[in-house]
C-alpha cells in the first residue's frame, strides 16, 4: 500500500517535497501499521480462542475417559459417550459463533 499511495505523485515528484504531502504520506503510513496491528490482534484472539476451546476439549475427553475407567472398575454402567460427544458439538458450535470463528 505505501508504494501506492507513493504512485499516486508519481508524475509530479515535485510534490513529494511539499510540507502537507509528507505530513499525508506519514499519516498514511501510520494508518497502514495501525491496520496491520489490528489485524494481527484480531488473528490473535481468535487463536487464543482456539487454543482455549482445544484445551477445554482435551480436559473434557481426559475427564469421561476417567469416568469410564471408574465405571470398569466397579461395574458400573458405562458413561453415556453418545451425550458427551453431543455436548462437545455443541460447546465447539457455540465458542465458533460467540467469537465469529468459521470450521465449514
Same mark, same amino acid.
Not at 17 to 45: A, G, M, R, T, W
Not at 54 to 62: E, K
Given at each position: 500500500?505505501?508504494?501506492?499511495?507513493?504512485?499516486?505523485?508519481?508524475?509530479?515528484?515535485?510534490?513529494?517535497?511539499?510540507?502537507?504531502?509528507?505530513?499525508?504520506?506519514?499519516?498514511?503510513?501510520?494508518?497502514?501499521? !495501525?491496520?496491520?496491528?489490528?489485524?494481527?490482534?484480531?488473528?490473535?484472539?481468535?487463536?487464543?480462542?482456539?487454543?482455549?476451546?482445544?484445551?477445554?476439549?482435551?480436559?473434557?475427553?481426559?475427564?469421561?475417559?476417567?469416568?469410564?475407567?471408574?465405571?470398569?472398575?466397579?461395574?458400573?454402567?458405562?458413561?453415556?459417550?453418545?451425550?458427551?460427544?453431543?455436548?462437545?458439538?455443541?460447546?465447539?458450535?457455540?465458542?465458533?459463533?460467540?467469537?465469529?470463528?468459521?470450521? !465449514?
Amino acid at each position: 500500500m505505501k508504494k501506492q499511495v507513493r504512485n499516486i505523485f508519481k508524475n509530479k515528484d515535485h510534490l513529494l517535497d511539499e510540507p502537507e504531502v509528507q505530513e499525508l504520506l506519514e499519516y498514511c503510513e501510520h494508518l497502514q501499521d !495501525e491496520n496491520i496491528e489490528l489485524k494481527f490482534e484480531i488473528d490473535k484472539s481468535k487463536e487464543t480462542v482456539l487454543l482455549e476451546m482445544i484445551s477445554d476439549i482435551l480436559q473434557s475427553c481426559n475427564a469421561i475417559q476417567k469416568e469410564q475407567e471408574e465405571h470398569k472398575r466397579f461395574g458400573f454402567e458405562p458413561a453415556n459417550f453418545e451425550a458427551a460427544i453431543e455436548h462437545l458439538k455443541s460447546y465447539i458450535h457455540r465458542r465458533c459463533k460467540d467469537h465469529q470463528i468459521y470450521l !465449514e
